[in-house]
């Protein structure tokens, strides 16, 4: 059963850069398609970027396409997320899954992490 740990969450300018890291245990880690997930107070849990088992495809929400980068490295099992050219609606919890399916359903995520904070001020 893979265990996930984010971290590098905190409080940013808005135009400014975060990067979120995500490390996990307990399971084969290469195997699972990784995926950053987001909640704002009052809003649904929203996709924000996916990449496959060996990092060779990603996938990104609409919304930050262009601004954020998701990479991973399976020797040091984690999965990251550069988040530049921050913006205030960017400002939620930020989660990182690992699923079986490369998708965008958070439904599709097997492994949750207990999420990090991100907020960008205007």
């Known amino acids: 059963q893979a265990q996930l740990v984010e971290s590098g969450g905190g409080l940013v300018q808005a135009g400014g850069s975060l990067r979120l890291s995500c490390a996990a245990s307990?399971?084969?880690?290469?195997?699972?398609?990784m995926g950053w997930f987001r909640q704002a107070p009052g809003k649904e849990r929203e996709f924000v970027a996916r990449?496959?088992?060996?990092?060779?495809?990603?996938y990104y929400a609409d919304s930050v396409k262009g601004r954020f980068t998701i990479s991973r490295d399976n020797a040091k099992n984690t999965v990251y997320l550069q988040m530049n050219s921050l913006k205030p609606e960017d400002t939620a919890v930020y989660y990182c899954?690992?699923?079986?399916?490369?998708?965008?359903?958070?439904?599709?995520?097997?492994?949750w992490g207990q999420g990090t904070q991100v907020t960008v001020s205007s």
């Open positions: 899954a690992a699923g079986r399916v490369a998708t965008a359903n958070p439904e599709s995520y097997d492994y």
């Open positions: 990449i496959n088992g060996i990092g060779s495809s990603t």
């Open positions: 307990g399971g084969f880690f290469s195997r699972y398609v």
